[in-house]
């Protein structure tokens, strides 16, 4: 199977900047969409970005302009660079990732979850 790794997650005021980081590992053959979702306590889960293999990406229009979504194809990372960071921006952070992995002689397809970390923002 394939797992999902997120760091990066911790407490800043607001005004700040945070860098998470997602490694996928495992058996993978190959990644296509990565993206980062948020769920604050008392709300459902949302994505706040999302990137393709070839680098299209789309954002949440809460954080147009102050996250920037980035991923490593070679190293199999996805990266979320958070700047002017708010208070209504904590929330656990969670990173997902789809794609094939190799298990014998299949290669079905994968559609995982990180364990998410945590970012808070405040003064």
């Known amino acids: 199977q394939v797992r999902l790794v997120e760091s990066g997650g911790g407490f800043v005021q607001p005004g700040g900047s945070l860098r998470l980081s997602c490694a996928a590992s495992?058996?993978?053959?190959?990644?296509?969409?990565m993206g980062w979702y948020r769920q604050a306590p008392g709300k459902e889960r949302e994505l706040v970005a999302a990137?393709?293999?070839?680098?299209?990406?789309n954002y949440a229009d809460s954080v147009k302009g102050r996250f920037t979504i980035s991923r490593d194809n070679a190293k199999n990372t996805l990266y979320l660079q958070m700047n002017s960071l708010r208070p209504e921006d904590t929330a656990v952070y969670y990173c997902?990732?789809?794609?094939?992995?190799?298990?014998?002689?299949?290669?079905?397809?994968?559609?995982?979850w990180g364990q998410g970390t945590q970012v808070t923002v405040s003064s």
């Open positions: 990137i393709t293999s070839g680098g299209s990406t």
């Open positions: 997902n990732a789809n794609g094939r992995y190799l298990t014998g002689t299949y290669t079905p397809r994968f559609d995982s």
């Open positions: 495992g058996s993978i053959i190959s990644i296509n969409a």
